[in-house]
């Protein structure tokens, strides 16, 4: 379901009820269910046979929604937190570095509440794989029947393992390793193992701290990793606006610009004023859209470090 689309919902299928981007809600569509929130009750028996992105009225006629196809990436907002987790610009980011695409078999450790893991799984789906390692018995369990009630149990294997204590029990398979874990410096040698020798390994490191960087780096030099860099990962949210331009005839017979207001605001100004033909000021627009930056950056995450070993380097 995560890694392909169908148009119509169907009676067992999962979907986002999407009612704001801050308020979106996982279901799986069962006949005769009802669910139920502040906006209303909305029946399942409605939504099957409906197109997926159909708009959904509650029975009770209070509120409105939107039926939409699960994706990783709606599925990372909101994935019940079982720990921190990765999100879609470094998600983005990383699946880039590691050159993440269908066919792939990619290593991940901690697997966490499995939002990188969906993300993967749809990357390098059908013919890749992910092998993702949790020492933390319930979260492995949870993220197990995730997977399986998202149908990526074809795509998805995971392991309830130490990876620090007993590695990955992998050799010569995968082509990226990815590891979100305290210590990954102490993963560096069982990542090398697991790594194909065959073609060029990459690596990628997600940690908080400059010191874990360092250490990391340290351990992939020593393993004959190269090519190691660090970036960080920070989202800046630019405003999209339309800017009335100023009049080019006026500009350049050197009359003060004139800004007509944006198509808005002369609509606006038209039923004020009670006219209804449109005047001077309404001629075609030349209204622009533009993209300002705001000013702020959102906040660090992670470092994130990526090495490559080359094939030869492990003969
Ligand atoms: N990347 C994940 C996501 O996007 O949901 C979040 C990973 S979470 C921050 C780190 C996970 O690593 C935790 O669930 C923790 O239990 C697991 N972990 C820590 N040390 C581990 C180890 N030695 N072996 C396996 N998993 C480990």
Same mark, same amino acid.
């Given at each position: ?7 119509? %919902? ?129 979260? +492995? ?11 990526? +149990?074809? =795509? %998805? ?5 130490? %990876? ?29 193992? +697991? ?17 874990? =960087? ?36 006026? +500009? ?36 622009? %859209? ?26």
């Amino acid at each position: 379901m995560f890694h392909e689309y169908k148009d119509v %919902v169907g009676n067992g299928d999962q979907a986002v009820v999407f009612f704001t981007p801050e308020c979106m809600y996982p279901i799986t569509v069962a006949a005769g269910e009802i669910f139920n929130n502040r906006f209303g009750s909305f029946r399942h028996d409605n939504m099957i046979g409906l197109k997926y992105g159909s708009k959904i009225v509650a029975h009770d006629g209070r509120g409105f929604a939107y039926l939409l196809h699960p994706t990783p990436a709606l599925w990372t907002q909101i994935v019940p937190h079982r720990t921190q987790i990765l999100y879609l610009p470094d998600i983005s980011f990383i699946s880039l570095y590691l050159d993440l695409r269908p066919g792939k078999v990619v290593i991940e450790s901690g697997t966490g509440s499995g939002s990188f893991s969906h993300s993967i799984a749809r990357t390098i789906a059908p013919s890749g794989h992910l092998y993702t390692f949790e020492y933390h018995e319930l979260r +492995a369990q949870t993220a197990q029947k995730e997977f399986v009630d998202h149908k990526l +149990a074809s =795509v %998805v294997t995971i392991e309830h393992r130490d %990876v620090l204590a007993g590695g990955f029990g992998k050799s010569d398979i995968a082509d990226a390793v990815f590891l979100d874990l305290p210590a990954p410096w102490d993963a560096v040698s069982a990542a090398k193992e +697991a790594l194909r020798k065959d073609a060029i390994g990459r690596i990628c490191t997600f940690s908080p701290c400059i010191e874990q =960087v360092q250490r990391t780096v340290v351990a992939l030099d020593e393993h004959g990793f190269s090519d190691i860099r660090m970036f960080e990962c920070l989202a800046k949210d630019h405003e999209i606006r339309e800017v009335p331009l100023p009049d080019i005839a006026e +500009a350049i017979g050197g009359r003060k610009a004139n800004f007509r207001g944006t198509k808005h605001e002369r609509k606006r100004r038209r039923h004020d004023t009670g006219t209804s033909t449109p005047d001077e000021s309404d001629r075609p627009s030349v209204d622009a %859209v533009v993209s300002k930056p705001l000013d702020e950056a959102r906040g660090h995450t992670s470092y994130l470090t990526f090495a490559i070993l080359a094939a030869d380097s492990r003969t």
